[in-house]
């Protein structure tokens, strides 16, 4: 079953504003891990953040891990227009070898 | 500099027809994999290779066939490709089996008509 649905699924924020992407996920997890997908392009791996871990940053990225409420939240902060892309959560299920990926979200940052 | 690339990019063919889309990892990793990512841009994993052992199989169609000749290299195959078989699809790779960072290719765009 589908693991990891962001919120919301669309979001258009103007440049400089911050940005915030929720997560949930259903069965535990060893990581939660969020990455970047340009149109047209390949994903790209943003951050990790361990089932030991609260919050972890990077840059202008600031994650968020509540195990208790399985759930993720993604912060950009100061947003720029080449933020504009789909991000994706995706879970490490223990014991697996695999990555569940959500849906997506589609983050647009107006100029 | 590619770290893993993927040929071709684009790949239109007729229902009925075999295709084969090659991967192929610079980074030194033992892992490789197969996603499928469809138009609502939903990922789902396919398959993964560890050092050439097959690791993950999920619900795949039996037309789907991967092969992995050496660590640095997984390819997909395709028989009897139908509409439904249209898709993205991304090869990754990662530095081990545990379910650590995945690094992506650019994905191949498959059009059945």
């Known amino acids: 079953s589908q693991q990891g649905e962001e919120d919301p699924q669309a979001l258009s924020i103007q440049e400089g504003e911050n940005a915030t992407m929720n997560c949930s996920y259903k069965t535990s997890i060893n990581n939660l891990q969020w990455y970047r997908q340009n149109s047209g392009r390949g994903l790209v791996h943003l951050i990790l953040?361990?089932?030991?871990?609260r919050e972890k940053h990077s840059g202008r990225l600031r994650v968020t891990l509540d195990t208790s409420k399985k759930s993720s939240s993604l912060l950009i902060t100061a947003s720029r227009a080449a933020d504009t892309a789909s991000y994706f959560c995706?879970?490490?299920?223990?014991?697996?070898?695999?990555?569940?990926f959500g849906k997506g979200m589609k983050l647009t940052v107006n100029p | 500099d590619t770290a893993v690339s993927q040929t071709p990019k684009y790949l239109v063919t007729q229902m009925g027809n075999d295709k084969s889309i090659k991967c192929e990892q610079n980074?030194?990793?033992?892992?490789m994999y197969w996603y499928k990512q469809d138009s609502k841009k939903f990922l789902k994993i396919m398959f993964s290779y560890n050092n050439k052992e097959l690791i993950i199989n999920e619900t795949v169609p039996n037309r789907f066939s991967p092969k992995s000749p050496d660590k640095a290299h997984l390819n997909l195959h395709i028989n009897s490709l139908e509409l439904g078989d249209s898709a993205v699809y991304f090869c990754?790779?990662?530095?081990?089996?545990?379910?650590?960072?995945?690094?992506f290719g650019p994905g191949t765009r498959l059009t059945v008509t």
């Open positions: 980074l030194g990793h033992d892992t």
């Open positions: 995706a879970s490490g299920q223990g014991g697996s070898e695999k990555l569940v």
């Open positions: 990754a790779s990662s530095r081990d089996r545990v379910a650590y960072e995945q690094y």
């Open positions: 953040i361990r089932s030991n871990e």
